[in-house]
C-alpha cells in the first residue's frame, strides 16, 4: 500500500499536534518540516501529546548565516526544555537534518541518564550548539 504525499509516520503524531512554526518557516511548509522531524517522534511517544511541546524557527533564512533551531519542552515530573542550533548551513535541509538529530541525542540522554537533572548542560555534538535548562 503507497502513503500518500501528506502522509505523515505514526510516531509522527505528536510533531503534528505540538509543533509550532516561529520566525522563518511559512506554513506552506509545515508539512515538509513535520516530515523532517518525525524521527524525533520516535523518542516521543513515551510522554502524552499534551506533555510536549515543540517549537522551530529558522535564522537568516537562505542567508550566508542561516541557522535552524528546534526547541523542545517536555512536562513530566519537572519541565524540561531542550534547544539545539544548527551549524551555518546553505541547505536548509541540511541545517534542519543536523539540529534535529541534536534534539534527539539530547532527548535520549536524558531519558537514559536519571539522575541528570534539567540544570546540567549535555555536552554538544559536532558543530551543533546545545542547552537545557528548567523553564520557568
Given at each position: 500500500?503507497?502513503?500518500?504525499m501528506n502522509a ?7 510533531i503534528v499536534?505540538?509543533?509550532?512554526l516561529?520566525?522563518g518557516f511559512?506554513?506552506?511548509?509545515r508539512?515538509?518540516v513535520?516530515g523532517?522531524?518525525?524521527a ?12 510536549v511541546d515543540?517549537?522551530?524557527s529558522?535564522k537568516?533564512r ?8 528546534p ?5 513530566s515530573?519537572?519541565?524540561?526544555h ?10 536548509l535541509s541540511?541545517a534542519l537534518g543536523?539540529?534535529r ?5 539530547q532527548?535520549?540522554?536524558a531519558k537514559?541518564d ?11 555534538a559536532?558543530?551543533?550548539r546545545?542547552?537545557d535548562?528548567?523553564?520557568?
Amino acid at each position: 500500500m503507497r502513503q500518500s504525499m501528506n502522509a505523515v509516520p505514526a510516531d509522527a503524531s505528536v510533531i503534528v499536534q505540538r509543533l509550532h512554526l516561529s520566525a522563518g518557516f511559512h506554513a506552506t511548509g509545515r508539512d515538509w518540516v513535520v516530515g523532517c522531524l518525525a524521527a524525533l517522534g520516535t523518542r516521543l511517544r513515551s510522554y502524552r501529546d499534551d506533555q510536549v511541546d515543540l517549537e522551530i524557527s529558522l535564522k537568516d533564512r537562505d542567508g550566508d548565516e542561516q541557522r535552524v533551531v528546534p526547541q523542545c519542552w517536555i512536562s513530566s515530573a519537572h519541565r524540561v526544555h531542550f534547544v539545539a542550533t544548527s551549524s551555518k548551513q546553505r541547505l536548509l535541509s541540511s541545517a534542519l537534518g543536523e539540529a534535529r538529530d541534536d534534539l534527539i541525542r539530547q532527548v535520549d540522554e536524558a531519558k537514559t541518564d536519571p539522575h541528570r537533572t534539567a540544570s546540567q548542560p549535555i555536552a554538544a555534538a559536532g558543530g551543533a550548539r546545545t542547552r537545557d535548562r528548567l523553564a520557568t
